[in-house]
């Protein structure tokens, strides 16, 4: 009984897989020059990202330096998150950086599995995500300009936030430039992904940082149709001048092998947008874009590998 049990499983994990596989393909790049990468732009993103955890005068001079001036910073009563809206007007560029979770291990306890919809977009979204993406789209829309080109960033629940204010920007019809996140987890589903898959979105993560890779990918919940899933190219940062693109179904079944695993101090350390700013730097000199192997085990899925 048990070992027809596990080939039930396996059978609806094998057919689940082709289909979902079939519909990655969609959000898959097929076009070579969109895997180049330009790692000095990414750093910048990076620092900015990183400023947001800073105090205010550590958040000017640090715009300072990128030729912005800052326009907004703010905290979002209840949410716990803050914020910073910079403005380039030579270039007519405006980037607003979210901070992420201050405590690491929270990133995990804070990730709800719920997805709602979202009135203003019509997808289904993270509710928490989207209600602190609301709350900051409310105080600065205001300050937004519509001929200038407004990208997002940050880090951990932060890059999830400026996901969505992307999304919520695009909407509204404002020229969307960049999204660079770091560390971010999922927001939407496959439909939401799709729905925005025109945005240029760059998701910069390590190898064995986890929280990207939350609220986990489960093969298994085929009763769930409606899973998370990230959109956009997914970064991965590899030892040295290394560094990997994944896209679609080949960026979700990265999820699976780690998902197996309890946190710890290496996951953690992997979090941090220290290392990221660290993992980046050494990639702008020069960089090798290389294959990334998931070594994916269908037998291997319930813990117990086939031999």
């Known amino acids: 009984m048990i070992v027809i049990k596990q080939l039930m499983h396996y059978t609806i994990i094998a057919i689940f897989l082709i289909i979902i596989g079939f519909t990655g393909n969609i959000f898959a790049s097929t076009d070579p020059s969109k895997n180049s990468v330009s790692f000095s732009e990414i750093y910048n993103y990076a620092n900015l990202s990183n400023a947001a955890y800073q105090s205010a005068p550590r958040i000017h001079e640090i715009s300072a330096l990128k030729s912005y001036t800052i326009t907004r910073i703010s905290s979002i009563s209840g949410f716990k998150i803050s914020y910073f809206l910079a403005t380039n ?18 990133a995990f306890v804070d990730i709800a599995l719920q997805l709602t919809i979202d009135k203003r977009t019509g997808i289904r ?52 430039g960049q999204v660079v996140t770091f560390g971010q987890p999922k ?18 993560v390590t190898q064995k940082d986890l929280v990207p890779l939350v609220p986990p990918f489960d093969p298994i ?36 092998k780690f998902t197996q695993e309890p946190l710890n101090e290496n996951n953690l350390q992997n979090h941090q947008m220290s290392l990221y700013i660290e993992m980046l730097a050494k990639k702008i000199p020069s960089s090798q ?13 319930f813990g117990s590998e086939q031999k």
């Open 221 to 256: 919940d085929f009763n769930n149709l409606d899973i998370f899933w990230h959109p956009g190219k997914e970064v991965i940062l590899l030892d040295d001048t290394s560094y990997a693109i994944l896209e679609g179904m080949e960026s979700m079944m990265r999820a699976i």
């Open 89 to 106: 007007d030579a270039d007519k560029t405006q980037v607003i950086s979210v901070r992420g979770t201050s405590n690491i291990e929270n």
């Open 187 to 204: 927001v939407t589903n496959i439909a939401g992904a799709h729905q925005f898959k025109h945005l240029n979105i760059i998701r910069v």
């Open 289 to 301: 874009l290389i294959p990334f192997k998931n070594n994916f085990n269908l037998f291997n899925l």
């Open 125 to 176: 979204l993270h509710n928490g995500f989207s209600q602190t993406a609301q709350a900051i789209y409310t105080e600065i829309q205001p300050l937004l300009k519509k001929d200038y080109v407004i990208s997002t960033t940050g880090h951990s629940l932060g890059g999830a936030v400026a996901l969505i204010l992307a999304m919520y920007l695009d909407t509204d019809h404002f020229n969307v």
